[in-house]
């Protein structure tokens, strides 16, 4: 939760920082196009680390472990939940990305959201 809390402030903080380092440039597209891309990195950070916490809670999960060291577990869990942050954009609008950096019990909301989304089909295209 912690590092949830620190990830969504190093979005606010970088979606600002890109809005305001922009004063010499004249393209207010491509400013807030930048700031968008630095939170949307920001966010799927945060993802992965909600994820690597979720994923302990899964039954699948749980069950699959059980015959892996712990090597095997480590990798397992960088490749589904790096599949579920590069999936998580897709799941998300601006709108709630900004409402997220506001509201601590929306973030932990749409956070969680997100990952059972995208759990279950990263888990699918890696037991293929």
């Known amino acids: 939760m912690k590092k949830l809390l620190i990830s ?9 920082s ?21 939170g949307m990195n920001v966010f799927k950070a945060a993802i992965n680390n909600q994820c690597r916490a979720e994923i302990e ?15 095997q577990k480590e990798a397992v869990k960088s490749k589904v939940c790096g599949c579920v942050s590069e999936q998580a954009p897709q799941h998300v609008t601006i709108v709630e990305l900004g409402n997220a950096a506001i509201n601590p019990e929306y ?14 089909s990263c888990y699918a295209s890696f037991t293929k």
Do not use: H, P
Request: charged share 10%; with cysteine; proline share 0%.
């Open 57 to 71: 809670k899964q039954t699948t999960w749980r069950v699959a472990s059980v015959v892996m060291n712990e090597e």
């Open 18 to 38: 890109g809005c305001a380092s922009t004063g010499a440039n004249t393209n207010a597209g491509t400013a807030v196009g930048n700031a968008t891309n630095i």
């Open 107 to 120: 973030r932990v909301q749409l956070a969680t959201r997100v990952i059972a989304k995208s759990l279950q």
């Open 8 to 16: 969504t402030a190093m979005l606010a903080t970088f979606a600002l």
